[in-house]
Every structure is written in C-alpha cells, then in structure tokens.
C-alpha cells in the first residue's frame, strides 16, 4: 500500500525532535536510577572529603583575538600568578589578594578597545562559579551564568540553611553534561553525568554530602565571596560580576 507523505512526516517528525545520544547513554543513566527523578539517590556514595568555594573568572586576554576589532600591537594580559589552568581565583586565595586580583581586570579593561565592546565579549559580567573541591576526585562546578555573583550568593546562602525545607536546589543541562544537587533533612546529594564520556568509570557520578558540614563550608564560602566582592567593586568602581551598568559608567581604570 503507498504512503502518502504526510505518513511519512508523522513517522520521521517525532525521531527529528529526539535529543542524540550515544545508544547506551540512557543504561549508563539508569545504572543509578532516572535522573529526572530521585531513584538515584539511594545509590549513591559518601563524598571524599571536599572543600566549598565561590570561584572568581580571571581569564587571559588577548587583544585584537578575542575582540574582532582589537588591536594586536596591544600587550595581552597574562593570568594572575594564583588563577588555576582554567582562569578561575578560589575566593580563599583572592583573601589579601583583593588589590592584585583588582588590578587584573583594571589591565583587561585597558586592552579592551571599548568599554560597550568589552561588555558584549563577555556578555555583560565575568562569571563567579561555585566549586566543590572533592579529594582524589574530578570536581563539581556550579556555573551561576549572568548575575554570577548575586546567583553564588542565592545558592550559599541556602546551602548554608539546614533548616530550609527538602528542595532541588540546582538543575543544569548543558548539552550532554548534566547536574543536579538536591537536599534532604540530612544530606545534600549531587548526581553528575556525560552522555559524551558514557563509559568513564566516574560517569554517572552520585555523590552524597553530610547537611551541616556543607552548610558550615557553605555560610564561610558566602562570607568570603562577599567581602571579595565588595573589594572589588569597591576599588574599580563598577559591578562587573553581576548585570552590567550603562555603558557611561566605565569602571575606573586609574587608581
């Protein structure tokens, strides 16, 4: 019997709209239970000792490459000596340090050509993520995107709540890698997972952290993260971590 080409479209319509995936990226999942619901929680593992942290973008920059209209004969601007390899200053290490770190976004706003030019390469702020540092593990990063700052300090201050009712408190999909953080009275557990690395031996990874501890390290964490922040703007006289100002309100470049 033919089928017309409106059948067809009805068979190939659905399959159009599925989201690729490697063939056992959904066993690896279900290995732990659907991540859509809570079956993974009970397998999951005690946390490795960790370590909470608010975590400042302090990247390189190199004119005339990462703005189109730069000037190459402009000097680019190095990492600042205690970024990590991915350009990110641990608000613990940024503690005394605030002049310095200051001082290295001030180089970054010299280099750019224009301050409106620099606002859309870095679409309006430089992110503040939080990082749990777990031991002899990969770690587990919470990007906060625009509103980085004010979105670190949301996620601490109810981290830091033991008293804030069971909640799923961070869901990030972003593209094939995935968290979700979700607390309970006692626990606050974790479950991480790559569809692009479905065989690695620590995908998916469920972890499970001890409330009051983490809350401990999470009001610390929102205390540093503060007092970093307040330097900061404080000494270029503009918010770059959180949505920009107008661009007539350039930060201070001179001291």
């Given at each position: ?46 946390s490795p000792p960790f370590r909470l942290d608010a975590c ?37 290490t940024a503690i005394g340090q605030e002049a310095t770190l ?154």
């Amino acid at each position: 019997m033919p089928v017309s080409l409106a059948q067809l479209w009805r068979r190939w319509w659905p399959r159009a709209l599925a989201p690729i995936a490697p063939a056992d990226a959904h066993e690896t999942v279900s290995r732990l239970g659907e991540a859509d619901t809570t079956d993974w929680m009970p397998s999951s593992r005690p946390s490795p000792p960790f370590r909470l942290d608010a975590c400042f973008e302090a990247p390189h920059y190199v004119p005339g490459w990462m703005l189109a209209d730069g000037s190459r004969e402009t000097p680019p601007v190095a990492l600042t000596p205690f970024a990590n390899d991915f350009g990110y200053v641990r608000a613990e290490t940024a503690i005394g340090q605030e002049a310095t770190l200051a001082e290295h976004y001030r180089r970054i706003l010299l280099a750019a050509p224009s301050w409106r030019q620099w606002r859309e390469a870095h679409r309006g702020c430089f992110d503040v993520d939080l990082v749990i540092y777990i031991e002899g593990e990969h770690e587990l990063r919470l990007e906060m995107f625009n509103g980085a700052a004010c979105g670190a300090g949301e996620l601490l201050a109810l981290l830091a709540d033991v008293d804030a009712p069971p909640d799923t408190l961070y869901d990030n999909l972003d593209q094939g890698w995935a968290l979700r953080m979700v607390t309970t009275p006692d626990a606050v557990f974790t479950l991480e997972w790559d569809w692009e690395r479905p065989a690695a031996d620590d995908c998916p990874r469920a972890l499970r952290f001890p409330r009051r501890e983490l809350a401990v390290q999470a009001g610390d964490a929102l205390a540093r993260l503060r007092h970093v922040h307040r330097a900061l703007v404080r000494d270029l006289g503009a918010d770059l971590w959180n949505q920009p100002p107008e661009p007539e309100r350039k930060p201070k470049t001179r001291r």
